[in-house]
Nanobody, 125 residues
Framework: VQLQASGGGLVQAGGSLRLSCAAF????????LGWFRQAPGKEREFVSA????????YYADSVKGRFTVSRDYANNTLYLQMNNLRPEDTAVYYC???????????????????WGQGTLVTVSS
């Protein structure tokens, strides 16, 4: 299983970016998928996730109302639309998937088994 994250870059505060995470080696029908981020000098933290059955989406309080997670089964790709970006959103963003389908604790890093390489998002003030 390989996850390839892309879409990061430099953007001014208030701008938007859309991150993509393409999955190779397996289809992820009925798998939860998540996004995490790690800012310089900080621990990696939960950002957003979509449940295994697509019924629920989850967001950290800091991004709620600004970020939207979605997936495209046809392209086996996870997305994170990020609007109204703030300097504090600057981080390396990682996508992740567990080794099994069904429900997981989406906000817990140890629930995931495979991680993408990360894509850097830099928001200037």
């Amino acid at each position: 299983v390989q996850l390839q994250a892309s879409g990061g870059g430099l953007v001014q505060a208030g701008g938007s970016l859309r991150l993509s995470c393409a999955a190779f080696g397996r289809t992820f029908f009925h798998y939860a998928l998540g996004w995490f981020r790690q800012a310089p000098g900080k621990e990696r933290e939960f950002v957003s996730a979509i449940s295994w059955n697509d019924i629920n989406t989850y967001y950290a309080d800091s991004v709620k109302g600004r970020f939207t997670v979605s997936r495209d089964y046809a392209n086996n790709t996870l997305y994170l639309q990020m609007n109204n970006l703030r300097p504090e959103d600057t981080a390396v963003y990682y996508c992740a998937v567990p080794n099994r389908g069904g429900p997981i604790r989406v906000e817990i890093q140890s629930a995931y088994d495979y991680w993408g390489q990360g894509t850097l998002v830099t928001v200037s003030s």
